[in-house]
């Protein structure tokens, strides 16, 4: 515990003055793709992957520039030659089609400005980068007007200014409140915002990393680590769209999850024995509550042994885990990277045999205590733990599991500093380093052989992987879920701005423990828990062993109907929220997003921490506090549509709006195209032949359009081809409506047969339609929505209007 006298001994501030600091460029030499310059003591590469993306490397003291990234950059080939240098007396001018970056010649600093001539970013003007015995450093210039995003699982506003962030994989378990520092992930990418000109950097170094914001007041921001290089990628925006997506070129996009995952999922540490496992998915299926996954947490194992089941809680864990796909639930099994150190345990004796775990120089196997007692850790840098690890999978794949959830893989330890060791050496297939130079990629390792592993085993199906710590690039491997959050209303409201920054930070596919994971929830924080993440990416309530019953139907009637009632509103959005899926796959830009990125004009969006936005479309404003009816929100500018009441708003206001325990405020904006389809148990249980198309028509708004992506949503058919994508367009004009739907590519066999089209708040009443041509006269018109049904080959509807 923190008391006054802690105020004495913290001492996390790092002096910048005693740093050894580059100086005078001595020379300097163009090269295919970069520019070298050679200082005092010191050189450094400024590498050009596009016309706006570079990589700017240093080397001090007598060691040489290395070009090695860290496993987080992909393999993305990108290369640029074509900028031209000048020099004036005291600076090199270097030119790209994107940017001119100015170097000073007397005391190095960057200048990077756009083609209008229009300073995007700048050094700081004292200092650029420097070093201290291992650290390495960079000083950077504030922006008028600048925000800062990014930074992954970080807690605190939307906004990161002002504070000291660090990057050290870290089992957090005391409460996440905003200034808790470090979490599980480390996620060294920064993005300064401004409306004008925004862009990112990304700090490849997998060392104990700091960002310091303006923690002090000081007129710069600065980023350090504690070993390594300095080695920082530049990500020209202009927009914070496309800071992210260029960000997402260099270290990968999610790639498109099993659509099941999407679902509801439903864990608690843990259930046992199998009765009750029978029991919570007749609960389910009885209730018609729908649920696709169950996760199984660390009680399932014997003596906490990994890839084990405990016989007397689970006799027949194949009969069980049939019986769960028979009802639509998917398996997926917590998985620690710890071995138990038991002689007589198969994998403890494997990777002993082996060399697979890891040690100190001295060949001192590293043992330190997790749940199963002493265990080993598997050294995952090398590459034939983590085909070991991959290879691990099949057994488990073999009788039914779907996904493996990577826990505890900071790696957690317990111990004072809650980790390994950071002496402890890591092989690296040879390039070996301490567990100081590891530490934070050592999750993202354990993924990366666990997805590799599932993927091999489950043939052509898509691999679910869950972790709880990684690095940048994690998105490649698997889902990620912030932790150990409690049961309390100021956790909740965290979740947005984290979450937010997460998806900033290229984790698309990110969520939150629902109903909070230690301490009891209650009723009221369930539903309005259950409410937002319905619409986070991924959807699981979770609990602590000691918490209290949270399954939806514990807290009575009432609260079970409120909270079966958003489940279900995320299965009837699952086709739209695939999609948006499928979007950021492609783009890396999240599916769930800051108002920011679709308003980067409005300054009321630029620290809003508490409403969200599923792509460009809706947005959500959870309610977060308890005994509230109301919630005030901001509606950026245009009009914008009531979910449940198809009430119209204007934009550009504030406004306070009836929010009683069953209802969360969900605004859709008007123009859009959402699809909703019918109520499902869990994906896959019936055929969708009627996908419903809700048009929230406005005569502000006189052209909308959707496309929409569908494939088998499990197979990696689509990775050859087998998918299609529908584009729906629509033009409203004082008299009449067109609405067309165009095939763009069509290799799928889709479930869809018949569109049934909801023109909400028509404002005219209709006087004839034509489907292709044809007029028809089977349609409904009521409350200013007509809606019809056709089938999904007609090309276009025109409606006449009065
Ligand atoms: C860790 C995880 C938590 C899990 C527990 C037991 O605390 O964060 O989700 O339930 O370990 O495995």
């Known amino acids: ?42 050189s450094l590469v400024i590498r050009f992957l596009t016309a706006d993306i570079f990589r700017v490397i240093m080397a001090h003291s007598k060691q040489e520039i290395s070009y090695k990234s860290t496993q987080a950059v992909t393999e993305h080939g990108l290369s640029y030659q074509n900028f031209k240098l000048n020099e004036t007396e005291s600076e090199l001018l270097i030119k790209t089609d994107k940017l001119l970056l100015k170097i000073s010649k007397k005391k190095f600093i960057l200048k990077v400005l756009n083609e209008n001539g229009e300073l995007i970013h700048e050094d700081y003007s004292k200092y650029a980068l420097g070093w201290k015995k291992q650290k390495v450093r960079a000083w950077k210039s504030f922006k008028e007007n600048e925000r800062f995003y990014g930074l992954g699982e970080k807690t605190g506003w939307l906004d990161k200014k002002g504070r000291l962030y660090e990057m050290w994989n870290h089992d957090t378990f005391f409460p996440h409140v905003t200034d808790t520092d470090p979490l599980y992930q480390s996620i060294p990418f920064l993005i300064s915002f401004n409306q004008k000109n925004s862009y990112g950097i990304y700090f490849d170094n997998s060392y104990r990393t700091f960002f310091d914001l303006g923690s002090e007041g000081q007129d710069y921001f600065s980023f350090w680590a504690e070993g390594g290089k300095l080695d920082y990628y530049f990500f020209n925006g202009p927009s914070l769209k ?47 509550i729908p649920c696709d996954a169950f996760h199984f947490d660390i009680h399932y194992m014997y003596q906490y042994k990994i890839y084990t089941w405990d016989e007397d809680h689970f006799p027949d864990p194949e009969a069980m885990i049939s019986n769960l796909k028979a009802n639509g639930i998917k398996t997926v099994t917590i998985i620690d990277p710890g071995v138990k150190r038991d002689p007589e345990y198969k994998l403890y004796q494997e990777g002993m045999k082996n060399d697979y775990f890891c040690k100190y120089l001295d060949g001192k196997v590293f043992i330190d205590k997790v749940w199963p007692g002493k265990c080993a850790f598997p050294d995952f840098t090398q590459s034939k733990v983590r085909k070991w690890w991959a290879g691990l999978q099949k ?30 050496m890591h092989q690296n297939d040879g390039d070996c380093g301490t567990h100081r130079r590891f530490h934070n990629l050592y999750g993202f390792l354990e993924d990366k052989a666990t997805y590799e592993g599932l993927k091999e085993s489950l043939e052509n199906e898509r691999p679910f992987v869950l972790t709880r710590a990684g690095f940048a690039g994690i998105q490649r491997y698997s889902a990620v879920w912030t932790g150990d959050n409690r049961s309390i209303w100021d956790n909740l409201k965290l979740v947005m701005p984290m979450l937010m920054n997460m998806g900033m930070s290229g984790i698309s596919f990110c969520g939150t423990d629902v109903g909070g994971f230690t301490g009891n929830s209650n009723g009221e924080l369930l539903c309005r828990w259950t409410q937002l993440g319905a619409f986070v990416p991924f959807f699981r309530n979770h609990c602590e062993s000691r918490a209290i019953s949270q399954e939806p139907w514990s807290f009575g009637k009432n609260y079970e109907q409120i909270i079966k009632k958003y489940i279900e509103l995320r299965y009837k959005l699952i086709t739209h929220i695939y999609n948006l899926f499928y979007q950021a796959s492609q783009s890396g830009i999240p599916v769930m997003r800051p108002l920011i990125m679709e308003y980067p004009d409005d300054k009321e969006c630029e620290n809003l921490s508490d409403q969200f936005m599923l792509r460009d479309s809706i947005m959500i404003a959870p309610v977060y506090q308890p005994d509230k009816d109301k919630r005030m929100l901001y509606l950026p500018a245009g009009k914008w549509i009531d979910f449940w009441t198809k009430q119209v708003y204007e934009g550009e206001k504030h406004l306070i709006v009836d929010a009683p325990l069953d209802t969360m405020p969900i605004f859709i904006k008007a123009g859009s195209i959402i699809p909703l389809n019918k109520k499902l148990n869990y994906i896959g249980e019936k055929e969708i ?61 889709q479930e869809f047969k018949n569109y049934k089209l909801l023109f909400n708040n028509l404002n005219k009443d209709p006087l004839n339609i034509y489907v292709d041509g044809n007029e028809i006269s089977d349609f409904d018109y009521f409350d200013n929505t007509l809606e019809l049904t056709v089938p999904v080959v007609i090309n276009k509807i025109t409606i006449e209007l009065n």
């Not at 006298?5 to 501030?13: F, G, P, V, Y």
């Not at 794949?397 to 500093?417: R, S």
């Not at 929230?696 to 959707?706: E, I, M, T, V």
């Open 1 to 42: 515990m923190d008391n006054s006298k802690t105020l004495l001994q913290k001492k996390t501030k790092d002096n910048s003055i005693d740093y050894h600091k580059l100086n005078a460029v001595l020379d300097y030499e163009v090269k295919e793709n970069e520019l070298r310059l050679n200082f005092e003591y010191a």
């Open 689 to 749: 032949e009627c996908l419903e198309l809700n048009v929230y028509l406005n005569k502000a708004n006189k052209f909308g359009s959707y496309k929409l992506y569908d494939d088998d949503g499990i197979s990696f058919n689509y990775e050859n081809g087998d998918y299609n994508i529908t584009e729906f367009e629509y033009e409203y004009t004082d008299n009449q409506l067109i609405f067309n739907i165009n095939s763009i590519e069509e290799n799928y066999q």
């Open 395 to 424: 057994d488990f794949i073999d009788i039914g599991v779907k996904g493996i959830w990577n826990d505890m893989n900071e790696p957690a330890a317990f111990n004072k500093t809650d980790t390994m060791d950071v002496n402890v």
């Open 242 to 288: 496309e800071v992210v997506s260029k960000y997402s070129q260099i270290t990968g996009t999610m790639p498109l999850p099993p659509k099941w995952s999407l679902g509801y999922h439903q864990s608690r540490y843990s259930y046992y024995p199998q009765a009750e496992v029978d029991q919570l998915v007749k609960t389910f299926r009885d209730k018609e």
